[in-house]
C-alpha cells in the first residue's frame, strides 16, 4: 500500500523556545586578587610613605640628625561604562512561543561586566599610574619589573610561551623587592601559556607533577603564586606576544560602584522596551615592586 505522497509537505520544524549562552567568562577572576574599594567622587588619592634607615650614632652629645621622609600619592580616577539594548514593542508577540530574552541579556551583561572589571585591572597593571599633588604625574612600570620575552635561565636567549624559568624570575623580583611572603601572590594567563608551561617541562622533572596538576585543574597555586586563567579578550596582547602579569594583592586597588540594570518601556520610543546595565569602574598600580609582566610569545 503506497503511502499519502503530500503528508512531508506539512511536517513541522519545532523551535527551541529558550535561549542559552555562547561560551564566555561570566564572573570576574581577579576582583578578589586585589584590593577593593568604592570611590563616590571623580577621583581619590592613596597617601604612601616609605622606608626609612637607622643611622649609626658615632659621637657623644652630637648634633641631632634628621633625614628626609619620601612621601608619595597614587591616584584612582574611576568613569562610567554601560551596556544598552532595545527590544521593539512587538517583538515578544511576533516571538510567537519562543521568550524574549530579556533575562538572558541581564545575564550577558553581568558578564560582560564581570569581564570588563578583569581588564580593567590587567590594564592597570601594565598602564601608567598617576603620582603627585593633582595627580598629573605619569609613573610606568620599569623594565626591572618585567620578564624579557626571550628569557633564559642559562644558555642562549630564544623567544618562548610560559616557562618555569619565566616563573621563577617573576618569584625572584617580588621576593628581591621585600614584598612580604604571607601577602597572596596571583598570576594571570590565558590558556596558551598553561599549555606552553606543561610543554616546557620534562616528563619525570621535580616540576612535573606540579605543572600537570595545575593543568588538569586539580591545584591553582605554583611557586607561590596563585594562578587565574582569564579571557584572552581580557589580557594584554600585542604582536602575538602576550603580557601575563603577576602581582601581590597589595600592588593594584579597584575602584567598583557595582552593577546596576533597569528595564524601561520608553513611550518617546513607540514604548520599545529598554535593557540597560551600568556601573562605574576604575584601577590603579598601587606600587611599582608589587607588579609585573612575564611577555610570552604565542607564536612559537
Not at 80 to 95: A, G, I, M, R
Not at 218 to 234: A, E, I, P, Y
Amino acid at each position: 500500500m503506497a503511502a499519502i505522497k503530500s503528508i512531508p509537505e506539512y511536517y513541522v520544524t519545532e523551535y527551541e523556545t529558550n535561549w542559552s549562552h555562547k561560551a564566555q567568562q561570566k564572573i570576574s577572576l581577579l576582583k578578589d586578587q586585589v584590593i577593593l574599594d568604592n570611590i563616590d567622587g571623580k577621583e581619590k588619592s592613596y597617601n604612601k610613605i616609605g622606608t626609612v634607615e637607622f643611622q649609626r650614632v658615632t659621637e657623644r652629645a652630637g648634633a641631632t640628625r634628621v633625614s628626609d621622609l619620601s612621601l608619595e600619592k597614587r591616584w584612582l580616577r574611576p568613569f562610567p561604562f554601560d551596556d544598552t539594548k532595545v527590544f521593539d514593542e512587538w517583538d515578544e508577540k511576533f516571538l510567537g512561543e519562543i521568550s524574549l530574552p530579556s533575562s538572558q541579556l541581564m545575564e550577558a551583561q553581568a558578564a560582560a561586566y564581570a569581564r570588563l572589571a578583569d581588564s580593567i585591572i590587567l590594564q592597570a597593571a601594565v598602564g601608567d599610574a598617576y603620582t603627585g599633588e593633582n595627580g598629573t604625574s605619569v609613573v610606568s612600570l620599569p623594565s626591572t619589573q618585567t620578564v624579557a620575552v626571550n628569557y633564559v635561565e642559562s644558555g642562549t636567549a630564544a623567544n618562548s610561551g610560559l616557562t618555569i624559568g619565566k616563573l621563577r624570575r617573576a618569584k625572584y623580583i617580588l621576593d628581591d623587592n621585600d614584598v612580604d611572603d604571607m601577602e597572596p601572590r596571583t598570576v594571570a594567563y590565558c590558556a596558551k601559556q598553561l599549555q606552553d608551561l606543561l610543554r616546557s617541562v620534562e616528563i619525570g622533572s621535580k616540576d612535573y607533577n606540579a605543572v600537570q596538576a595545575l593543568v588538569d585543574g586539580q591545584v591553582n597555586k605554583f611557586l607561590g603564586f596563585t594562578f587565574k586563567r582569564v579571557s584572552s579578550k581580557v589580557l594584554p596582547v600585542s604582536g602575538g606576544v602576550r603580557q601575563v602579569v603577576f602581582w601581590a594583592k597589595n600592588g593594584l586597588r579597584l575602584s567598583d560602584s557595582g552593577k546596576q540594570t533597569r528595564m524601561d518601556i520608553l513611550p518617546t520610543q513607540s514604548h520599545a522596551l529598554q535593557v540597560r546595565s551600568v556601573g562605574v569602574l576604575g584601577a590603579t598600580r598601587d606600587e611599582e615592586a608589587r607588579v609585573g609582566i612575564i611577555y610570552c610569545d604565542e607564536t612559537v
